[in-house]
């Protein structure tokens, strides 16, 4: 199996603009995880996604953060109007069906978000 | 309220010495899980082990080591005879008995290896 990818990798932006990331799951993964990471911290959870169904949201998901995973299969997280505080490393990850608890999730390489 | 304390932020080691980074983690639920990933320079989270509160054998896989004890709350993680490509951050991570519920992730534990 090919891992989690994520694109793009890097990404520099001016306050105030939108920004879109896509996370593609190992395939046959029906769970999807999306965090941020801020320098010298641990993942923060943001959202997570059964098939496509979004079924949790982290209150750290503001209403200017939207999720979408239209066909279960890809994922997108959207920022509107960039704050300097949104400069993260987004992470996505996905873990395979069958155990309901206490899944390993697979994580990909992440989008590095830098908002001047 | 779940959490989880890695207290040792920064652990510098030279090659072929053993190295034991601690966790700690806070829980009410009798069931739970808890992890370690490895996150090296170029930034991808590796998945490296996972253990369910019931099961508290220690688990050794070539050169790591975990020591799991529930009366302490605590998961460690050894890495014996150290190697300079060990060097990374380290993340311990619980996760609760729910179904998709989120990894809680500690601060970290950054290790470097000097040759």
């Known amino acids: 199996d090919t891992g989690v990818s994520q694109n793009p990798r890097h990404k520099i932006t001016k306050r105030g603009q939108n920004v879109t990331f896509r996370c593609d799951p190992i395939s046959e993964h029906n769970r999807l995880y999306w965090y941020r990471q801020t320098l010298g911290q641990g993942p923060e959870f943001l959202t997570y996604?059964?098939?496509?169904?979004?079924?949790?949201k982290s209150r750290l998901l503001s209403d200017r953060f939207s999720a979408e995973r239209p066909k279960g299969s890809f994922s997108t997280l959207e920022i509107q109007r960039t704050e300097q505080g949104d400069s993260a490393m987004y992470l996505c990850?996905?873990?395979?069906?069958?155990?309901?608890?206490?899944?390993?999730?697979?994580f990909g390489p992440g989008t590095r978000l830098t908002v001047l | 309220a779940q959490k989880v304390t890695q207290a040792q932020t920064e652990i510098s080691v030279v090659e072929k010495e053993d190295v034991t980074l601690d966790c700690v983690y806070e829980?009410?639920?009798?069931?739970?899980?808890l992890f370690w990933y490895k996150q090296p320079p170029s930034g991808e989270l590796v998945f490296l082990i996972r253990r369910n509160s019931f099961d508290e054998q220690n688990e050794i896989s070539g050169r790591y080591s975990w020591n799991f004890q529930k009366s302490t709350s605590s998961f460690n993680f050894t890495i014996t005879a150290s190697q300079v490509v060990d060097s990374a951050v380290y993340f311990c991570?619980?996760?609760?008995?729910?179904?998709?519920?989120?990894?809680?992730f500690g601060k970290g534990t950054t290790l470097s290896v000097s040759s």
């Open positions: 829980t009410r639920d009798t069931t739970y899980y």
């Open positions: 996604f059964q098939n496509e169904a979004q079924l949790e």
């Open positions: 991570a619980l996760s609760e008995d729910q179904a998709g519920t989120a990894l809680i």
């Open positions: 990850a996905s873990s395979p069906p069958g155990l309901t608890v206490g899944d390993t999730q697979y």
